[in-house]
């Protein structure tokens, strides 16, 4: 099992940049995958971004230019470095991670969600 622990949400300016944290602790090694979905108010969840074992990395259209995510395995943590950001990325952000069980049965945690408002 694989457990999740957000930061670094809160209320920012259109333009303006967050960095959202995402802490996993647990079985670290069977992981193979993490990133950031988001659910706007009334939406669907969607995937914002991606980064696998090997530091290969996905983005939804809407944020890329503008969002980058990135890793730290020496702290087990994966960011997403949000700028210039938009009225519409405004959301409850969710880290999940993608794993392995010892019988290689994939598995999929969720962190708790860290609310991002961006408004004037």
């Known amino acids: 099992q694989v457990q999740l622990v957000e930061s670094g949400g809160g209320s920012v300016q259109p333009g303006g940049s967050l960095r959202l944290s995402c802490a996993a602790s647990?079985?670290?090694?069977?992981?193979?995958?993490m990133g950031w979905f988001r659910q706007p108010p009334g939406e669907e969840h969607e995937l914002v971004a991606a980064?696998?074992?090997?530091?290969?990395?996905n983005y939804a259209d809407s944020v890329k230019g503008r969002f980058t995510i990135s890793r730290d395995n020496a702290k087990n943590t994966v960011y997403l470095q949000m700028n210039s950001l938009k009225p519409e990325d405004t959301a409850v952000y969710y880290c999940n991670a993608g794993w392995l069980g010892p019988d290689e049965s994939p598995g999929s945690s969720w962190g708790q969600g860290t609310q991002v408002t961006v408004s004037s």
């Open positions: 980064i696998t074992y090997n530091s290969s990395t």
């Open positions: 647990g079985s670290i090694s069977s992981i193979y995958a």
